[in-house]
């Protein structure tokens, strides 16, 4: 089964979701605000964003529990208007696994097929196979009461596989374990969705878990889509500030638009000087500003007389060790807000005292251009 | 500390030995039930030891032979009219307990799943008739049922009837109509704390799984109001059984129960032996009869699987 389909990963260029100007309106108030996303099939995608983004919402009227007050979804090229959640190719791990108690864990795996008549062997082979693919094998008795956290969203997860739908639904499925758990369950739900090679869509307010496991992520803020992009492309290359803040630290620093053209902008800051970075696909010139960002991780402190291409000096004022980092708070004589650096601690990064002189090397590429 | 300690060993461990005992949870407890647990010792388990006892002995004219003797209960189970009674005593309880479950799970389900905001409104209008006594809702019942009753004038006005029924009062069924209705309440309750218990993500689980609405509510809300329906049918079933005002008063000749027989015994017929030998086969019966009804109704359950 593995070998099988490892071989044949089925992302495609086909599409398996369409969400077409979608909006959810409850009175005055906008959950959804004509969102637009067309979701490739075999794709693991996740839907990032701060709660009440919307991203909830969107999910629930993908299964069928809600409905858009305007706009269209298909699944598969079939229009999903007006068919109910019971009849959608469409299946659903709920933030609270929804383990039926009154039944033990096969019980709970097969309930959806049951309604197939499937004869009993058929059944129980695909019910073994579903707990073999979430690792549950020999727990088939175990009654629901008796599951730890982990087996409940294992259950979960084979509940709905065992249907073989054509889009698996995902609601914050991690958000109930703890921080181990959590990153184990990541790392097992990715290879799970690369064995199977369904369509996984992912909720999420947790932009690591959305990184570690997505092939594309749309980042959502109050009812509105702000980027479609692969993790690499929305960490590196946020379109706004909003996004470049939800998605982990990020120095931003004042600049003037000095040269605009098809694909490079030219800019003017007072730290960094004049650099040239490449324009954002959606950038959208808002007056002569603009903003410049940097991660914190692509500052390097420069020692001793080590010297680089790319570099800005200043003082350290603060200091705070994180086991593995340290994280360095950097004025820089110019810049209004001191910088934020994290260095690996392999050089001794944890023994600068503060208020000691500092060099910082970066990479140009490094530098996003974002509109104000 | 340890000063005055040392000072009053006497006073210390008395202390010691005290406060354990006040402040452990089981002696608490029972503090806090006493005034409860005496009140019902008085009024109901020593009244029930009393029933026990003549239950053995035998009534002669006007004193009672306290020689032990199972005469009483030979009477009790082999008399043609008290074993009649009986069974149509459980009859009418069993009825009354399956219809009135039966018609108070839709309002329970509609209060909890559609009641919206309105829930406590809801709850509070069903429990208006409890504002009037039960001798009146009994007696508006007559009204309703009679001869010359709403329903007859109302079904002869129709033209579905040409003359009145006297089929409607004074036989089992008025007994099983006026019961029913009096004890809604009681099984609305119960159902609906069960149904406000059903967590609602696990109806839309069912869904997701390919349910409709009836299969989701037959394998997953109905298994687990299981609860509420048991105790919704043991609060009615066994008052019911035992039931005497409303027999006596919409009952008629064919609707006499249990109740009013052993009734008769401890009054006119003065024979409290054999009144009490009837008290304590019909506890006995309705204590089986309530195990059997859990047991059935858990069997159900499981078999919905």
Same mark, same amino acid.
């Given at each position: 089964?593995?070998?099988?389909?490892?071989?044949?990963?089925?992302?495609?260029?086909?599409?398996?979701?369409?969400?077409?100007?979608?909006?959810?309106?409850?009175?005055?108030?906008?959950?959804?605000?004509?969102?637009?996303?067309?979701?490739?099939?075999?794709?693991?995608?996740?839907?990032?964003?701060?709660?009440?983004?919307?991203?909830?919402?969107?999910?629930?009227? #993908?299964?069928?529990?809600?409905?858009?007050?305007?706009?269209?979804?298909?699944?598969?090229?079939?229009?999903?208007?007006?068919?109910?959640?019971?009849?959608?190719?469409?299946?659903?791990?709920?933030?609270?696994?929804?383990?039926?108690?009154?039944?033990?864990?096969?019980?709970?795996?097969?309930?959806?097929?049951?309604?197939?008549?499937?004869?009993?062997?058929?059944?129980?082979?695909?019910?073994?196979?579903?707990?073999?693919?979430?690792?549950?094998?020999?727990?088939?008795?175990?009654?629901?009461?008796?599951?730890?956290?982990?087996?409940?969203?294992?259950?979960?997860?084979?509940?709905?596989?065992?249907?073989?739908?054509?889009?698996?639904?995902?609601?914050?499925?991690?958000?109930?374990?703890?921080?181990?758990?959590?990153?184990?369950?990541?790392?097992?739900?990715?290879?799970?969705?690369?064995?199977?090679?369904?369509?996984?869509?992912?909720?999420?307010?947790?932009?690591?878990?959305?990184?570690?496991?997505?092939?594309?992520?749309?980042?959502?803020?109050?009812?509105?889509?702000?980027?479609?992009?692969?993790?690499?492309? #929305?960490?590196?290359?946020?379109?706004?500030?909003?996004?470049?803040?939800?998605?982990?630290?990020?120095?931003?620093?004042?600049?003037?638009?000095?040269?605009?053209?098809?694909?490079?902008?030219?800019?003017?800051?007072?730290?960094?000087?004049?650099?040239?970075?490449?324009?954002?696909?959606?950038?959208?010139?808002?007056?002569?500003?603009?903003?410049?960002?940097?991660?914190?991780?692509?500052?390097?402190?420069?020692?001793?007389?080590?010297?680089?291409?790319?570099?800005?000096?200043?003082?350290?004022?603060?200091?705070?060790?994180?086991?593995? #980092?340290?994280?360095?708070?950097?004025?820089?004589?110019?810049?209004?807000?001191?910088?934020?650096?994290?260095?690996?601690?392999?050089?001794?990064?944890?023994?600068?005292?503060?208020?000691?002189?500092?060099?910082?090397?970066?990479?140009?590429?490094?530098?996003?251009?974002?509109?104000? | 500390?340890?000063?005055?300690?040392?000072?009053?060993?006497?006073?210390?461990?008395?202390?010691?030995?005290?406060?354990?005992?006040?402040?452990?949870?089981?002696?608490?407890?029972?503090?806090?039930?006493?005034?409860?647990?005496?009140?019902?010792?008085?009024?109901? =388990?020593?009244?029930?030891?009393? =029933?026990?006892?003549?239950?053995?002995?035998?009534?002669?004219?006007?004193?009672?032979?306290?020689?032990?003797?199972?005469?009483?209960?030979?009477?009790?189970?082999?008399?043609?009219?008290?074993?009649?009674?009986?069974?149509?005593?459980?009859?009418?309880?069993?009825?009354?307990?399956?219809?009135?479950?039966?018609?108070?799970?839709?309002?329970?389900?509609?209060?909890?799943?559609?009641?919206?905001?309105?829930?406590?409104?809801?709850?509070?209008?069903?429990?208006?008739?409890?504002?009037?006594?039960?001798?009146?809702?009994?007696?508006?019942?007559?009204?309703?049922?009679?001869?010359?009753? =709403? +329903?007859?004038?109302?079904?002869?006005?129709?033209?579905?009837?040409?003359?009145?029924?006297?089929?409607?009062?004074?036989?089992?069924?008025?007994?099983?109509?006026?019961?029913?209705?009096?004890?809604?309440?009681?099984?609305?309750?119960?159902?609906?704390?069960?149904?406000?218990?059903?967590?609602?993500?696990?109806?839309?689980?069912?869904?997701?799984?390919?349910?409709?609405?009836?299969?989701?509510?037959?394998?997953?809300?109905?298994?687990?109001?299981?609860?509420?329906?048991?105790?919704?049918?043991?609060?009615?079933?066994?008052?019911?059984?035992?039931?005497?005002?409303?027999?006596?008063?919409?009952?008629?000749?064919?609707?006499?129960?249990?109740?009013?027989?052993?009734?008769?015994?401890?009054?006119?017929?003065?024979?409290?032996?054999?009144?009490?030998?009837?008290?304590?086969?019909?506890?006995?019966?309705?204590? +089986?009869?309530?195990?059997?009804?859990?047991?059935?109704?858990?069997?159900?359950?499981? +078999?919905?699987?």
């Amino acid at each position: 089964m593995l070998e099988r389909v490892q071989s044949e990963r089925m992302q495609s260029d086909r599409t398996m979701i369409d969400i077409r100007d979608v909006t959810r309106s409850y009175g005055s108030f906008k959950a959804l605000d004509n969102a637009s996303l067309a979701i490739r099939e075999g794709e693991f995608f996740s839907l990032l964003g701060p709660s009440g983004c919307g991203k909830t919402t969107l999910l629930r009227m #993908i299964a069928g529990f809600d409905t858009p007050t305007s706009g269209s979804i298909a699944v598969d090229g079939q229009p999903m208007d007006g068919i109910p959640a019971n009849r959608r190719p469409t299946n659903m791990v709920f933030q609270s696994y929804a383990i039926f108690p009154h039944l033990n864990v096969e019980q709970n795996v097969a309930y959806g097929l049951k309604r197939l008549k499937l004869d009993a062997g058929e059944e129980k082979r695909r019910v073994e196979e579903a707990l073999a693919q979430v690792s549950l094998t020999g727990l088939g008795k175990r009654r629901a009461t008796e599951l730890s956290g982990g087996q409940r969203q294992r259950v979960a997860l084979a509940r709905a596989l065992v249907m073989r739908p054509k889009v698996l639904l995902l609601d914050e499925p991690l958000s109930a374990l703890d921080k181990k758990l959590r990153e184990q369950m990541q790392v097992e739900l990715r290879r799970l969705q690369q064995a199977v090679g369904i369509t996984f869509v992912l909720v999420t307010h947790d932009q690591y878990e959305a990184l570690a496991m997505s092939d594309r992520i749309a980042v959502m803020f109050g009812g509105r889509i702000a980027q479609v992009a692969s993790p690499k492309e #929305i960490y590196q290359r946020p379109v706004n500030r909003q996004v470049a803040d939800f998605l982990g630290g990020m120095n931003f620093v004042k600049a003037e638009i000095v040269e605009e053209n098809g694909a490079s902008l030219v800019l003017d800051t007072l730290g960094f000087g004049r650099v040239r970075t490449d324009k954002p696909k959606a950038f959208m010139r808002n007056g002569g500003a603009a903003t410049l960002g940097i991660r914190p991780e692509r500052l390097r402190v420069l020692w001793d007389n080590a010297s680089a291409k790319f570099e800005v000096a200043g003082k350290v004022v603060e200091r705070h060790y994180f086991g593995e #980092i340290t994280h360095l708070i950097v004025e820089i004589p110019g810049l209004e807000k001191p910088l934020s650096v994290t260095e690996t601690n392999d050089f001794g990064a944890d023994d600068i005292p503060v208020g000691a002189p500092i060099r910082l090397a970066y990479d140009p590429e490094a530098l996003v251009a974002m509109a104000d | 500390m340890t000063v005055a300690a040392e000072g009053s060993p006497p006073l210390r461990m008395a202390g010691a030995r005290r406060n354990p005992l006040l402040q452990s949870e089981a002696v608490q407890g029972f503090a806090l039930i006493s005034p409860t647990f005496v009140y019902a010792l008085i009024l109901l =388990v020593l009244p029930i030891l009393v =029933v026990i006892a003549h239950s053995f002995w035998t009534q002669n004219y006007l004193t009672i032979d306290h020689t032990f003797t199972l005469e009483n209960y030979r009477i009790a189970l082999t008399e043609p009219i008290y074993r009649d009674l009986l069974w149509r005593s459980l009859y009418i309880s069993l009825t009354v307990s399956l219809l009135t479950v039966l018609l108070a799970y839709p309002i329970a389900y509609f209060i909890s799943f559609h009641g919206g905001r309105h829930k406590s409104l809801w709850l509070f209008l069903i429990t208006i008739p409890f504002w009037t006594s039960y001798l009146l809702r009994v007696m508006s019942w007559k009204v309703i049922l009679g001869y010359n009753g =709403v +329903l007859n004038s109302g079904l002869m006005g129709l033209g579905i009837i040409s003359e009145p029924s006297d089929a409607l009062l004074y036989n089992s069924t008025a007994v099983i109509i006026t019961l029913t209705h009096a004890w809604a309440t009681f099984a609305i309750l119960p159902i609906f704390v069960s149904l406000e218990k059903v967590d609602r993500t696990l109806v839309e689980a069912a869904t997701d799984l390919g349910d409709g609405p009836l299969r989701s509510f037959l394998r997953v809300t109905l298994p687990l109001s299981v609860p509420g329906v048991i105790s919704a049918a043991l609060i009615v079933m066994i008052p019911t059984v035992g039931d005497y005002v409303t027999p006596k008063l919409v009952g008629g000749k064919d609707g006499v129960m249990i109740a009013n027989a052993i009734q008769a015994q401890f009054g006119k017929a003065s024979n409290w032996p054999l009144g009490a030998a009837l008290s304590v086969t019909t506890m006995i019966i309705v204590s +089986l009869m309530a195990g059997a009804t859990v047991l059935v109704i858990r069997a159900l359950q499981r +078999l919905a699987r």
